[in-house]
């Protein structure tokens, strides 16, 4: 992917008087699984970001592809059904992203192993032929042997069951990789600014302004797709300054420990909290993960903040399953992450909206595709594009995304949580960033406690239209979710590499580092 050959062909199809088939807005999960589907069914297909991809919900989820077992309590049986089977098939097409974890349920009272356990039995019953293993009962030596990290006083044993986990900015941008590879124009950094309209009035494509250059684009389109998560209304006011509200927002937090807090491969979960929500606490990059949180928030932002309460009720939480409570002093990072969740009549707690997708379609003709979850990713952009065609009257195309390798398939080899690995993450990709680090500044580590190398700064400008440190240190690899003060460290080197690959000079490079480094506090306690 190259950010300048994209440009290059949306100028050519304006000069050309052409339209699009299909132009998304929006380049995270939804817009990206929009831009797979359509682009691998022959669509002429254009997606442009008013960030880079990822930069919102996408990047900031709490790393699994599950059914829910929150939303069995609820008796969505429906949705967990479909989310089974969608990390059944997100395991067949990315198994270099996507591998299963076991998760241990620890049972602390008489009556937690039956009601528990029966409940994991379901949830194994309803994923089918899709199932990642059988849940079963454990001793307390057994639960203590998967999680020798967790508090043992008045422990009576737990529940294993398995389900998926995966790096989602990494899943993200290969599948932006894949539209790509299937055709498609992708555009970071070119916000939607305003729409073009037919001579009733109806949306027939978008203004983008690049925000390198400041060029403004007209971008003529069959249909125009909103997938723009959390500011969806923002986009639909823009079609329409009457629309009524769709969204409401929540926020969740994750905190970053070291390994040692979780010892072992294996997941925690605790199924009930006090705000009526289940925590876990995961294995992922070397790393402990602990969340999340559900806190109604006024508005979306772009970054959003951590709540002191939050943050106290994490570390409470997490403490009274773990052996070593941890404390704030322990934190590597925090990061946040803002949920597009549907407005639902009578409902009082954002915990409980659903978290099915909605396609909404307004008067002025733009097709609107919200909520849901990284999970059902593709049957969302499968339901979406089945619409634009209908809306668009386009030709018809079967769906092909079911069997759909996504970029960099490789069979697994492992699940790469040893922390010494970061190259896995890129599948077939990775024998080319190991043939950059044949050159010994590449091969230097950025930073001793993280994994990531020069090569991957240079691959991530050179073929996945990184355009700044955030990119880099955030999406293409993850240093900033993992350990936000040794990011910092990195910050400099990252940009005097990727200043190399983009031509820019000496002030660009301080000015980055500088921006990087306020940033990154925002993910520190």
Same mark, same amino acid.
Request: proline residues 4%.
């Given at each position: 992917?190259?950010?300048?050959?994209?440009?290059?062909k949306v &100028?050519?199809? *304006?000069?050309?008087?052409?339209?699009?088939?299909?132009?998304?807005?929006?380049?995270g999960?939804?817009?990206?699984g929009?831009?797979?589907d359509?682009?691998?069914?022959?669509?002429?297909?254009?997606?442009?970001?008013?960030?880079?991809?990822g930069?919102?919900?996408?990047?900031?989820?709490?790393?699994?592809?599950?059914?829910?077992?929150r939303?069995?309590e609820?008796?969505?049986i429906?949705?967990?059904?479909?989310?089974l089977?969608?990390?059944g098939?997100?395991?067949?097409?990315?198994? #270099?992203?996507?591998?299963?974890?076991?998760?241990?349920?620890p049972?602390?009272?008489?009556?937690?192993?039956?009601?528990?356990?029966?409940?994991?039995?379901?949830?194994? %019953?309803?994923?089918?032929?899709?199932?990642?293993g059988?849940?079963?009962?454990?001793?307390? @030596?057994?639960?203590?042997? &998967?999680l020798?990290?967790? @508090?043992?006083?008045?422990?009576?044993?737990?529940?294993v069951?398995?389900?998926?986990?995966?790096?989602?900015?990494?899943l993200?941008?290969?599948?932006?990789?894949?539209?790509?590879?299937?055709?498609? =124009?992708l555009?970071?950094y070119?916000?939607?600014?305003?729409?073009l309209?037919?001579?009733?009035?109806?949306?027939?494509?978008?203004? *983008?302004?690049?925000?390198?250059?400041?060029?403004?684009?007209?971008?003529?389109a &069959?249909?125009?797709?909103?997938?723009?998560g959390?500011?969806?209304?923002?986009?639909?006011r823009?079609?329409?300054?009457?629309a009524?509200?769709?969204m409401?927002?929540?926020?969740?937090? #994750?905190?970053?420990f070291?390994?040692?807090?979780l010892?072992?491969d294996? *997941?925690?979960?605790v199924?009930?909290t006090?705000?009526g929500?289940?925590?876990?606490?995961?294995?992922?990059?070397?790393?402990?993960?602990?969340?999340?949180?559900?806190?109604?928030?006024?508005?979306?932002s772009?970054e959003?903040?951590?709540?002191?309460?939050?943050?106290?009720?994490?570390?409470? =939480?997490a403490? &009274?399953y773990?052996?070593?409570?941890?404390?704030?002093?322990?934190?590597?990072?925090?990061?946040v992450?803002?949920?597009p969740l549907?407005?639902?009549e009578?409902?009082?707690?954002?915990?409980?909206?659903?978290?099915?997708h909605v396609?909404?379609?307004?008067t002025?003709?733009?097709?609107?595709?919200?909520?849901?979850?990284?999970?059902? /990713?593709r #049957?969302?952009?499968?339901?979406?594009?089945?619409?634009?065609i209908?809306?668009?009257?386009?030709r018809?195309? @079967?769906?092909?995304?079911?069997? %759909?390798?996504?970029?960099g /398939?490789?069979?697994?080899?492992?699940?790469g949580e040893?922390?010494?690995?970061?190259?896995?993450?890129?599948?077939?990709?990775?024998?080319?960033?190991?043939?950059?680090?044949?050159?010994? @500044?590449?091969?230097k580590?950025?930073h001793?406690?993280?994994?990531?190398?020069?090569?991957?700064?240079?691959?991530?400008?050179?073929?996945?239209?990184?355009r700044?440190?955030?990119?880099?240190?955030?999406?293409r690899?993850?240093?900033?979710?993992?350990?936000?003060?040794?990011?910092?460290?990195m910050?400099?080197?990252?940009?005097?590499?990727?200043?190399?690959?983009?031509?820019?000079?000496?002030?660009?490079?301080?000015?980055? =580092?500088?921006e990087?480094?306020?940033?990154a506090?925002? /993910?520190?306690v």
């Amino acid at each position: 992917m190259r950010r300048e050959e994209m440009l290059l062909k949306v &100028r050519e199809r *304006a000069a050309a008087g052409e339209s699009w088939d299909i132009a998304i807005i929006g380049g995270g999960a939804t817009g990206m699984g929009v831009a797979v589907d359509a682009a691998a069914r022959g669509f002429k297909v254009v997606l442009v970001e008013a960030h880079d991809f990822g930069k919102g919900t996408s990047s900031r989820s709490t790393k699994l592809v599950h059914g829910g077992v929150r939303y069995l309590e609820q008796g969505n049986i429906p949705l967990v059904m479909s989310a089974l089977k969608e990390r059944g098939l997100l395991r067949q097409n990315a198994p #270099h992203l996507v591998h299963d974890l076991a998760f241990v349920v620890p049972n602390y009272s008489w009556w937690e192993a039956p009601f528990y356990g029966i409940g994991l039995k379901l949830y194994d %019953l309803l994923a089918g032929k899709y199932g990642f293993g059988a849940s079963k009962l454990l001793t307390k @030596e057994e639960t203590l042997e &998967r999680l020798p990290a967790l @508090e043992p006083e008045e422990l009576r044993g737990g529940v294993v069951y398995y389900d998926g986990q995966f790096d989602d900015a990494r899943l993200l941008i290969h599948l932006a990789m894949t539209a790509a590879d299937h055709g498609a =124009t992708l555009l970071n950094y070119c916000p939607a600014t305003g729409m073009l309209r037919d001579e009733d009035g109806y949306v027939n494509g978008l203004i *983008a302004c690049d925000q390198e250059t400041g060029e403004q684009m007209k971008i003529a389109a &069959r249909i125009v797709v909103n997938a723009t998560g959390v500011f969806t209304d923002e986009i639909r006011r823009m079609a329409d300054a009457g629309a009524e509200p769709l969204m409401v927002t929540s926020q969740g937090i #994750h905190l970053v420990f070291d390994r040692s807090f979780l010892k072992g491969d294996t *997941a925690l979960m605790v199924p009930r909290t006090s705000d009526g929500r289940v925590l876990f606490v995961i294995p992922w990059h070397g790393h402990a993960v602990a969340g999340t949180t559900d806190t109604p928030v006024d508005a979306p932002s772009l970054e959003p903040k951590a709540m002191d309460e939050e943050i106290e009720f994490i570390l409470e =939480t997490a403490g &009274r399953y773990l052996s070593r409570p941890p404390t704030r002093a322990d934190v590597l990072a925090v990061y946040v992450g803002l949920r597009p969740l549907v407005k639902s009549e009578g409902e009082g707690k954002t915990s409980s909206l659903s978290r099915d997708h909605v396609i909404h379609v307004d008067t002025s003709g733009l097709l609107t595709i919200t909520g849901g979850k990284w999970t059902t /990713y593709r #049957h969302m952009a499968e339901d979406c594009v089945d619409h634009a065609i209908t809306l668009g009257r386009l030709r018809d195309a @079967e769906c092909t995304t079911k069997t %759909l390798l996504i970029h960099g /398939y490789m069979a697994a080899t492992g699940n790469g949580e040893d922390g010494e690995v970061s190259l896995e993450v890129y599948g077939a990709d990775a024998e080319e960033i190991r043939v950059l680090a044949r050159e010994p @500044e590449l091969a230097k580590q950025l930073h001793p406690e993280l994994p990531y190398i020069g090569a991957e700064v240079v691959w991530a400008a050179r073929m996945e239209m990184a355009r700044s440190v955030e990119d880099v240190l955030a999406r293409r690899t993850r240093a900033l979710f993992l350990n936000a003060r040794a990011a910092m460290q990195m910050a400099r080197p990252v940009a005097r590499l990727l200043a190399r690959e983009l031509n820019r000079d000496d002030a660009w490079i301080a000015a980055q =580092t500088k921006e990087f480094c306020e940033l990154a506090k925002q /993910y520190m306690v």
